[in-house]
Nanobody, 128 residues
Framework: QVQLRESGGGLVQAGDKLNVSCEVSGRTFIYTVMGWFRQAPGKDREFVAAIRWGDGTSYYGDHAKERFAITRDNGKNTVYLQMNSLEPHDTAVYYC?????????????????????WGQGTQVTVSS
């Protein structure tokens, strides 16, 4: 069983930065992939970023490529999402998610149902 616990959300102003964390309780191994998704009120869940636990290969949604960075700390079993130059449209609940895969190919990491475990989410609010 894997449990995920996000932290670090909060209220910031436009242009600020914020680092959210996700602690993983349970096993992680080279085929683990950790993802970050977000969901704003009234909108569909949106892929933000993902990282392969084994080699650190990272993937980003189109909106996140320039401003966000996903990293992991194997020793702490924690994945981070550093968000820079935040804008009001980044306001959402941010969820981390866990899957085990050797998938390759076209944007498999964006597929939410492919992730088996999800955290409870952490609210990020960006004021203008």
């Amino acid at each position: 069983q894997v449990q995920l616990r996000e932290s670090g959300g909060g209220l910031v102003q436009a242009g600020d930065k914020l680092n959210v964390s996700c602690e993983v309780s349970g096993r992680t191994f080279i085929y683990t992939v950790m993802g970050w998704f977000r969901q704003a009120p009234g909108k569909d869940r949106e892929f933000v970023a993902a990282i392969r636990w084994g080699d650190g290969t990272s993937y980003y949604g189109d909106h996140a490529k320039e401003r966000f960075a996903i990293t992991r700390d194997n020793g702490k079993n924690t994945v981070y999402l550093q968000m820079n130059s935040l804008e009001p449209h980044d306001t959402a609940v941010y969820y981390c998610a866990y899957r085990e895969t050797t998938a390759v190919g076209s944007r498999w990491y964006e597929y939410g149902p492919g992730y088996k475990y999800w955290g409870q989410g952490t609210q990020v609010t960006v004021s203008s």
